[in-house]
């Protein structure tokens, strides 16, 4: 369901930046995400993957600063 949120994350993931740029793919990671939950026409389950969202979001947030490509 979040193959292609996590494969453009990945694809920022991959370029050269700095702390703000890790922030924002991490964010677009979010909001890509969001945007296919809302096709789900389930209210449980968008309210579910909504929280998923969010908690994956942090965890993106303290763990895979080390995947990050940052300037040298």
Same mark, same amino acid.
């Given at each position: 369901?979040?193959?292609?949120?996590?494969?453009?994350?990945?694809?920022?993931? !991959?370029?050269?930046? %700095?702390?703000?740029?890790?922030? +924002?793919?991490?964010? #677009?990671?979010?909001? $890509? *995400?969001?945007? !296919?939950i809302?096709? %789900?026409?389930?209210?449980?389950? +968008?309210?579910?993957? #909504?929280?998923?969202? $969010? *908690?994956?979001?942090i965890?993106?947030?303290?763990?895979?600063?080390?995947?990050?490509?940052?300037?040298?």
């Amino acid at each position: 369901m979040f193959k292609t949120s996590c494969n453009k994350h990945d694809e920022y993931y !991959d370029k050269w930046g %700095n702390a703000i740029d890790r922030k +924002i793919a991490d964010v #677009y990671l979010l909001e $890509y *995400i969001k945007l !296919d939950i809302r096709e %789900n026409k389930c209210i449980i389950q +968008i309210i579910y993957f #909504y929280i998923w969202a $969010y *908690i994956y979001y942090i965890w993106v947030r303290l763990w895979w600063g080390k995947y990050f490509n940052y300037k040298k």
